[in-house]
């Protein structure tokens, strides 16, 4: 069973920093493509960062140099780092699995992120 559950969301100021993550349970991490979304009240969804099996990570221009995505191969864990937060960041953020042709996705439950101004 593919689990995937997010931790380390809270309130912060802007300008601080958060480290997300995102612990996997049957499936192996760094053999998928791992994206964290964020989705805020009243906007669609929309991916921050996609790392591929390779190691290979990238990012929308909104969070390009302030949001950095790692894997943890060992842990089999993947983190979203966040610096330089602004207030437009608060959002619920989401970790996903996309497994290939075939086989479903899945996405963690969420944690929420606000950032304070």
């Known amino acids: 069973q593919v689990q995937l559950v997010e931790s380390g969301g809270g309130l912060v100021q802007a300008g601080g920093s958060l480290r997300l993550s995102c612990a996997a349970s049957?499936?192996?991490?760094?053999?998928?493509?791992m994206t964290w979304y964020r989705q805020a009240p009243g906007r669609q969804r929309e991916w921050v960062a996609v790392?591929?099996?390779?190691?290979?990570?990238t990012y929308p221009d909104s969070v390009l140099g302030r949001f950095t995505i790692s894997r943890d191969n060992a842990k089999n864990m993947v983190y979203l780092q966040m610096n330089s937060l602004k207030p437009e960041d608060t959002a619920v953020y989401y970790c996903?699995?996309?497994?290939?042709?075939?086989?479903?996705?899945?996405w963690g439950q969420g944690t929420q992120v606000t950032v304070s101004s």
């Open positions: 049957g499936i192996i991490a760094k053999d998928n493509i």
């Open positions: 996903k699995v996309t497994r290939g042709i075939g086989m479903s996705d899945y």
């Open positions: 790392i591929s099996p390779a190691g290979i990570s």
